[in-house]
């Protein structure tokens, strides 16, 4: 017999399906949300270049352009009140010459049309005063002031974990395999059981337009569009104040040079359509062609170590937009086409889809309470566990340094694997916690930091470090 039966399945646990979960479950619903990986946010929402974006810049009238406008301040609340590092750093929009330059009265007409009237134009002057590490050659910008950088982990964790404690069942390797109906339900094969749903919300990423079709739809297709980065060095993030963009073409936004949440700078994306949904290696090419705009761009930087390089895919589609759809009589939603904005556009993403929803049919009823969430204090800028003295004096291992690179006690690992929804695996842990990011990439402690998670979750070393394959996975059953 299939799991359930749920009020609404939410297909895919990447920022956008845990916020569309989180949403819902804001309401007396059942409320399943089926991952096919081994934690929640390891897709598209991990490996951008995590900016937290205005919508200035989109396609006026477009749908992602609407929904960037509407999360943009639902995000910072949310940011602040659930304890996800942000800064609004502002972000300079950098012409290099006379075309690019030619260019910026029709992005700040853009930006109007968008409803973000807070531009201003600087003089190369002036911008060579607000950034004065900028290559030679910048002819002047527009300056963005609400512009700045979040956590691409906490973000889509910090939305999975709130559904969770306010009911939602998670499911981890999981995968949609197929879809029928029986009567009035959906159900949803995977490779552990089947579980029937009478909604069904697609949120699968990378994966929505395959799952579209298990529906019956074949109104748009996915091509990867891989952005390779590369993470420099905290002793890099002197060089920068602001976000620093191009001026962006018909394809894509560009590379740009970013502070980072933790305090590195990043360079990147690059932009390249591939086949393959898995190609999330980096190439010697791509990071040459960075490193060359690096150059350009923020000369002093390649002087400086690079930390990690990474590469992330984007669910680009035929058209520049969302491909949001519901089908009422259907009982189905495709949140399908979220490219990287999708990470600042979540919450906007997420009220939508609930209003459709329930415009087509879904009854909803608000709950009485509401459990909120508040994540550890991970970012640079927050006071960090080990600066704690009452911390520290409730509990001696907040001054157990672990990782060394980024200050990690023993006490937050060890939270991080009896958190809502714990931490598995290296991977997952050092998206919790930032062990193993620093510039020794684990070098250091890795052996610690491993036996610690053995020690919390009971999972074999070898499965962790990747030498051994994860035991199959059980039947259908809640994976909080």
């Known amino acids: 017999m299939p799991a359930g039966p749920y009020d609404v399945a939410v297909i895919g646990a990447g920022v956008v399906g845990a916020a569309v979960a989180r949403e819902l479950c804001r309401y007396e619903l059942r409320i399943a949300i089926l991952e096919g990986a081994d934690d929640v946010g390891t897709g598209t929402s ?4 995590a900016i937290w974006h205005t919508g200035f810049d989109a396609q006026p009238g477009s749908l992602e352009a609407a929904l960037l406008r509407r999360s ?3 995000l910072e609340r949310y940011a602040a009140e659930a304890g996800v590092p ?14 690019e330059l030619a260019l910026l009265p029709e992005v700040e007409t853009r930006a109007r049309a968008n409803g973000y009237l807070r531009t201003r134009r600087l003089s190369a002057q002036e911008l060579a ?8 050659g910048a002819r002047g910008a527009i300056e963005v002031p609400d512009e700045g950088i979040l956590c691409p982990f906490t973000t889509p964790l910090a939305l999975a974990s709130e559904a969770v404690l306010n009911g939602a069942s998670l499911f981890l390797r999981a995968p949609v395999q197929a879809a029928r109906r029986e009567g009035a339900l959906h159900v ?7 579980l029937a749903a009478a909604w069904v919300v697609n949120a699968a990423g990378l994966h929505a337009d395959e799952v579209d079709r298990l529906f019956g739809h074949e109104t ?10 590369i993470v420099f060095d905290k002793l890099a993030r002197r060089l920068l104040s602001h976000v620093i963009l191009p001026v962006p073409t018909q394809r894509t936004k560009g590379v740009l040079v970013a502070p980072t949440v933790f305090g590195n700078v990043l360079l990147g994306p690059t932009a390249e359509d591939v086949d393959d949904k898995t190609a999330t290696a980096t190439t010697a090419a791509g990071i040459a062609r960075l490193l060359e705009a690096g150059r350009r761009i923020l000369p002093p930087l390649l002087d400086e170590e690079v930390t990690a390089t990474y590469a992330g895919l984007r669910a680009a589609t035929e058209i520049r937009d969302y491909r949001i759809e519901v089908y009422p009589g259907e009982r189905y939603a495709c949140v399908g086409g979220i490219r990287s904005t999708g990470l600042s556009a979540c919450l906007g993403i997420a009220e939508h889809v609930r209003e459709r929803l329930e415009d087509a049919g879904l009854a909803l009823r608000l709950k009485r309470s509401f459990r909120p969430v508040r994540m550890p204090p991970v970012g640079e800028s927050a006071r960090r566990p080990h600066e704690d003295d009452a911390a520290i004096a409730a509990d001696p291992d907040h001054g157990r340094i672990v990782c060394h690179c980024e200050r990690v006690s023993r006490a937050e690992i060890l939270a991080a694997c009896r958190a809502p929804i714990p931490a598995r695996s290296l991977d997952g842990l050092r998206r919790r916690t930032r062990a193993l990011f620093g510039r020794c990439q684990g070098f250091f402690c890795a052996e610690e930091v491993t036996r610690l998670l053995v020690e919390a979750s009971g999972t074999a070393p070898a499965t962790l470090l990747g030498l051994a ?9 809640d994976n909080r």
């Open 72 to 74: 943009h301040p639902l």
């Open 188 to 194: 949803l094969t995977t490779p552990r059981g089947d």
């Open 220 to 229: 748009f297709t996915i091509v990867p569009r891989r952005g390779e980065l």
């Open 469 to 477: 394959d994860p035991p199959a996975p059980g039947p259908l059953e």
């Open 86 to 99: 942000f800064e609004k750093t502002g972000a300079l929009l950098v012409a290099w010459n006379e075309d």
């Open 129 to 136: 005063r607000r950034e004065p590490h900028l290559g030679p």
């Open 46 to 49: 991990k490996a951008n270049t």
